[in-house]
């Protein structure tokens, strides 16, 4: 297809609000490649009234719209979906005023990722304090933006949360084993590696190049804000309690994630049971491949990409198994998602804009 016939398909408008941050360069990358999509308005406090090539250089010629303040944006007429790359708190104040202009909503945080006001209390004690949601009546309604667990709701929906990035690869890994009852729920551990942009683009002690060239460091150890979406989601899939223990750690990479998740199987479970769960969760999935005992992975094959590559490997001697679940934080743990995502909301092709690997940073 020319680029030419790609303009003349365009017909969903879309807002980047928080267009600044990684989050937000991120969607600006994929949707530029985007045949039925175009960027009606990139929103933030960082940039404004530039343009965004500016503060992307590298998108000099390809993205050259001026950004506009988040204070004094007027949604009303501009889209027909906005994204809320920006940090928790942000889109359950500001979603309301969009739905109502008609406009669908894609939320980064953690602000729309549970589905009662009580499980959001739960969450938010984990982050600064438990508090109540600001709209909770919108989480009746809001989805869970794991495409790979909830496709046929996400179409239908108006307000998807995106999921977190590490939740992302270690629910990738786990999900078919717990829906099928393979394994033995209380003795889940993640182990997981992540790069430095997944803290975002405003430096923060550790995460910024001095601290963390040449080292590797645990953090957040047994109170990460991540364990509560991943138990919830579990919980759900296995339909009993699901507890996990989880501890991230930093490591000297720009971006990607890997996962080591360890699990007990139940008793009987064979290899090929095992096999066949991956199987019927994934055959049909465009972004997620699985191998059986195949000691191949690496991050370079994920990097830049919407894919999750996993490891599962079946230990006879313990009967137990460990998946390795590999993803670049930025998409497919993040905006590549939101991507995907915002495809089957407004029903584009559900790959459409994620071909594409040319990345910042």
């Not at 980047?16 to 949707?31: F, K």
């Not at 989880?246 to 890997?258: A, D, K, Q, Y």
């Given at each position: 297809?020319?680029?030419?016939?790609?303009?003349?398909?365009?017909?969903?408008?879309?807002i980047?609000?928080?267009?600044?941050?990684?989050?937000?360069?991120?969607?600006?990358?994929?949707?530029?490649?985007?045949?039925?999509?175009?960027?009606?308005?990139?929103?933030?406090r960082?940039?404004?009234?530039?343009?965004y090539?500016?503060?992307?250089?590298?998108?000099?010629?390809?993205?050259?719209?001026?950004?506009?303040?988040?204070?004094?944006?007027?949604?009303?007429?501009?889209?027909?979906?906005?994204?809320?790359?920006?940090?928790?708190?942000?889109?359950?104040?500001?979603?309301?005023?969009?739905l109502?202009?008609?406009?669908?909503?894609?939320?980064?945080?953690?602000?729309?990722?549970?589905?009662?006001?009580?499980?959001?209390?739960?969450?938010?004690?984990?982050?600064?304090?438990?508090?109540?949601h600001?709209?909770?009546?919108?989480?009746?309604?809001?989805?869970?933006?794991?495409?790979?667990l909830?496709?046929?709701?996400?179409?239908?929906t108006?307000?998807?949360?995106?999921?977190?990035?590490?939740?992302?690869?270690?629910?990738?890994?786990?999900?078919?084993l717990?829906?099928?009852?393979?394994?033995?729920?209380?003795?889940?551990?993640?182990?997981?590696?992540?790069?430095i942009?997944?803290?975002?683009?405003?430096?923060?002690?550790?995460?910024?190049?001095?601290?963390?060239?040449?080292?590797?460091?645990?953090?957040?150890?047994?109170?990460?804000?991540?364990i509560?979406?991943?138990?919830?989601?579990?919980?759900?899939?296995?339909?009993?309690?699901?507890?996990?223990?989880?501890?991230?750690?930093?490591?000297?990479?720009?971006?990607?994630?890997?996962?080591?998740?360890?699990c007990?199987?139940?008793?009987?479970?064979?290899?090929?049971?095992?096999?066949?769960?991956?199987?019927?969760?994934?055959?049909?999935?465009?972004?997620?491949?699985?191998?059986?005992?195949?000691?191949?992975?690496?991050?370079?094959?994920?990097?830049?990409?919407?894919?999750?590559?996993?490891?599962?490997?079946?230990?006879?001697?313990?009967?137990?198994?460990?998946?390795?679940?590999l993803?670049?934080?930025?998409?497919?743990?993040?905006?590549?998602?939101?991507?995907?995502?915002?495809?089957?909301?407004?029903?584009?092709?559900?790959?459409?804009?994620l071909l594409?690997?040319?990345?910042?940073?």
């Amino acid at each position: 297809m020319t680029l030419t016939e790609q303009n003349n398909l365009k017909k969903h408008r879309v807002i980047i609000y928080g267009a600044g941050g990684y989050g937000g360069v991120g969607l600006v990358e994929n949707l530029l490649t985007h045949p039925t999509v175009e960027i009606s308005a990139l929103v933030s406090r960082e940039g404004a009234g530039s343009a965004y090539s500016h503060l992307y250089p590298h998108l000099k010629g390809q993205m050259d719209l001026v950004v506009e303040h988040a204070e004094s944006f007027e949604p009303k007429g501009r889209g027909d979906l906005v994204f809320f790359s920006t940090p928790d708190g942000v889109g359950q104040t500001l979603a309301k005023k969009y739905l109502d202009y008609g406009i669908k909503v894609i939320d980064f945080s953690g602000d729309f990722r549970f589905d009662n006001n009580e499980t959001y209390r739960a969450y938010s004690a984990w982050q600064q304090g438990e508090a109540d949601h600001a709209d909770a009546s919108l989480l009746n309604e809001s989805i869970y933006g794991m495409v790979e667990l909830n496709r046929d709701k996400i179409k239908e929906t108006r307000v998807v949360g995106n999921p977190g990035c590490m939740a992302v690869s270690c629910l990738l890994a786990l999900l078919p084993l717990c829906k099928e009852r393979l394994i033995k729920y209380d003795s889940i551990v993640c182990d997981v590696k992540t790069g430095i942009s997944g803290a975002g683009k405003k430096p923060k002690p550790g995460f910024h190049f001095p601290a963390a060239s040449e080292n590797a460091y645990p953090y957040k150890i047994a109170k990460h804000q991540h364990i509560y979406e991943i138990e919830k989601n579990l919980t759900d899939a296995a339909d009993t309690e699901v507890q996990i223990q989880f501890t991230p750690h930093v490591i000297p990479l720009v971006r990607g994630i890997i996962s080591t998740n360890y699990c007990k199987l139940n008793k009987d479970v064979t290899e090929e049971d095992v096999e066949m769960a991956f199987e019927k969760l994934y055959k049909n999935d465009p972004f997620v491949t699985y191998h059986m005992n195949d000691g191949t992975l690496d991050l370079s094959r994920v990097k830049g990409s919407n894919r999750c590559d996993l490891g599962v490997f079946f230990d006879r001697r313990t009967h137990s198994l460990t998946v390795t679940s590999l993803i670049d934080n930025l998409q497919k743990g993040q905006s590549g998602n939101a991507v995907q995502v915002m495809n089957l909301m407004l029903g584009c092709d559900e790959t459409a804009g994620l071909l594409n690997q040319t990345r910042y940073p």
